[in-house]
Structure formats: C-alpha cells, structure tokens
C-alpha cells in the first residue's frame, strides 16, 4: 500500500508495462546492443502468442525472454511450439518473520546497503557469475561479454543508477 504502489499519480508506476504482453528491456538493449524483450504474461496461448509474434518483426527483437508458469500445460505446449528455449528456473523462498529470532551475536556477519568503497570487491564478486545465468544457457553470447553485464549490472546498483539500492552480506566489512 502507499503512494509508491498506487496507479494514480506515481510517475514510477509504468501503467504500460503492466498492461502489455510484451515490452522492449531497455538496460539489456542498450548493453548487447540489439533488441530485447521480456514477455510479461506468465500465460501463454496461441492468441497471445500472435500477438508476441507482431511485436517481435515490428521492433526486431533478437532475444525474447518469457518465465513461463510450468504448471500451466497450455502455455509450456505454446512454449514448445514456437521454439522457446529453456535456459533459467526461477524459484521464491517464503520466510514469515512477525515472529522474532535469535541471532548469534558472535558471528561477524551483518547486512547492509553496499556503498561505493566495497565496488571493486562486488565486481570481482560477479566474476563467473555468468554460469548461472540464462544470457550463459543460451549459448548465442560470448562469456566476456556476460560477465561484463553482472559487472556493469552490480556498479549501476551501488550507484543507484538502474536498481534504487544494493544489499550486501558482510562478513566483517568485506562484502560476500
């Protein structure tokens, strides 16, 4: 709830975005230089899948991301049919935490915004990162240049300029 969720008035509420099956990523675009989309609808039918196909000659989108709702039978048959490629898994942990916890006090660990003196050790933290990823399963890009994306990716997030803020784990001070 709040200004920051409402529709009305929020100018960082993209209303488009929402409402549309299909939308160009900007920051991926700029960065390998070509087009590329993210299919926003976790369904697919042949119907949206017309209309996906429209959007993608209209803008020349070269890579067509879609998280795919796998329990849906109809949109993984979809899927399949137009030649998607499963190259990430994405799974969401749950942890209710209105109740309190127990945290030993002795281990060093703490969890804070990350701030533009620990860059370099962020960055050297992204490095192979690409081996999880689904630029690293789709096989059409170099790992120099995969690894160049987390790298780019993790400084814009230090320094607010794509992502709002970076958490880190510490260990000490030194960011893990």
Known sequence: ????FSLAGNPD????????LIYIMKWD??????????ISSKYLSDTIQNHIDFFVQRNKVRLLEYLCNCHDDLSVKVAEKNN??????RITFDLNIATDYEI????SFAFGLANNSHLLELKELTKYMYKDSRYFFDGNFPIEKINDFYSQWIEKAVLGTFDHECYCLYDGSIPI
């Open 104 to 107: 030993n006090k002795s281990l």
């Open 29 to 38: 675009s700029d960065f390998f230089e070509f087009p590329v989309a993210f």
């Open 84 to 89: 998607f490629h499963f190259t990430d898994i």
């Open 13 to 20: 509420f993209d209303f488009e975005e929402v409402t549309d």
């Open 1 to 4: 709830c709040g200004q920051s």
